[in-house]
T-cell receptor, first 116, second 116 residues
Framework: KQEVTQIPAALSVPEGENLVLNCSFTDSAIYNLQWFRQDPGKGLTSLLLIQSSQREQTSGRLNASLDKSSGRSTLYIAASQPGDSATYLCAAEPLYDFSGYSTLTFGKGTMLLVSP | GAVVSQHPSRVICKSGTSVKIECRSLDFQATTMFWYRQFPKQSLMLMATSNEGSKATYEQGVEKDKFLINHASLTLSTLTVTSAHPEDSSFYIC????????????FGSGTRLTVV
C-alpha cells in the first residue's frame, strides 16, 4: 500500500526566500506525481504534474523534481510571496491496476506561511 | 485545461434531511469521478469512485446507503448525503480525470456541508 509523507508539516518564511517542500513515497511504481495547492476552505489547484518518465517540471517560480528510485519529490518555490501562503499537497498516482482506473494517494500537506 | 465545477460551495441543512452535491466536468467527459471528504487540518480521504452507468465503488468504512452516488452522464456525478447528521458536517470535494491526455486530476472547488 502506497504511503506518502510530506515534510515539513508547516513552514513559515519571510517574503523573498527560496524554499523547498519535500514529498516521499514508499512504492515507486507510480504513473504520475502531482503537486497541488489548497487555500483555506477551497478545493485543490493543480500546480505541476510529473510523469514517471520525467525528472522535473517547471511553471513560473515553481519547480518540481522526481526521483523514483529514492521515492522522493521536491517542490521548489523561488522568491516566495505572501500570496504563496497555502497548504501544498503532493499525491502519487499508481500504475493502473486490473480495474482500469487508479486513485491518488495524498500526503498530509505542508502548510506554508509567507510573511511580508 | 480541464475544469471541474462543483455546487453548491456551501450548504447548511437540518438534521434528518438530505443534501445533494453536484460535480460536473465542463470541457471533457469523465467516465470516472472521485469523491473525497476532508476534515479540518487533515488531508483528503477518498470516499468512493463514481463510474458512469454503473454502481459506485465505496472505500472501506463508507456507508453506501448514507452517501448515495449517481453518475448518470459522462459529465455529471452527484453525491447525496441522506438523513444527514451533525457528524456528516465536513468539506466534500470531487475530482475527475481528462482521459484525452495525461493531465492528471482536476478537482472541484469543494462543498462545505454544515448539518445543524
Amino acid at each position: 500500500k502506497q504511503e506518502v509523507t510530506q515534510i515539513p508539516a508547516a513552514l513559515s518564511v519571510p517574503e523573498g526566500e527560496n524554499l523547498v517542500l519535500n514529498c516521499s513515497f514508499t512504492d515507486s511504481a507510480i504513473y504520475n506525481l502531482q503537486w497541488f495547492r489548497q487555500d483555506p476552505g477551497k478545493g485543490l489547484t493543480s500546480l505541476l504534474l510529473i510523469q514517471s518518465s520525467q525528472r522535473e517540471q517547471t511553471s513560473g517560480r515553481l519547480n518540481a523534481s522526481l526521483d523514483k528510485s529514492s521515492g522522493r519529490s521536491t517542490l521548489y518555490i523561488a522568491a516566495s510571496q505572501p500570496g504563496d501562503s497555502a497548504t501544498y499537497l503532493c499525491a502519487a498516482e499508481p500504475l493502473y491496476d486490473f480495474s482500469g482506473y487508479s486513485t491518488l494517494t495524498f500526503g498530509k500537506g505542508t502548510m506554508l506561511l509567507v510573511s511580508p | 485545461g480541464a475544469v471541474v465545477s462543483q455546487h453548491p460551495s456551501r450548504v447548511i441543512c437540518k438534521s434528518g434531511t438530505s443534501v445533494k452535491i453536484e460535480c460536473r466536468s465542463l470541457d471533457f467527459q469523465a467516465t470516472t469521478m472521485f469523491w473525497y471528504r476532508q476534515f479540518p487540518k487533515q488531508s483528503l480521504m477518498l470516499m468512493a469512485t463514481s463510474n458512469e452507468g454503473s454502481k459506485a465503488t465505496y472505500e472501506q468504512g463508507v456507508e453506501k446507503d448514507k452517501f448515495l452516488i449517481n453518475h448518470a452522464s459522462l459529465t455529471l456525478s452527484t453525491l447525496t448525503v441522506t438523513s444527514a447528521h451533525p457528524e456528516d458536517s465536513s468539506f466534500y470535494i470531487c475530482s475527475a480525470r481528462d482521459a484525452r491526455g495525461n493531465y492528471g486530476y482536476t478537482f472541484g472547488s469543494g462543498t462545505r456541508l454544515t448539518v445543524v
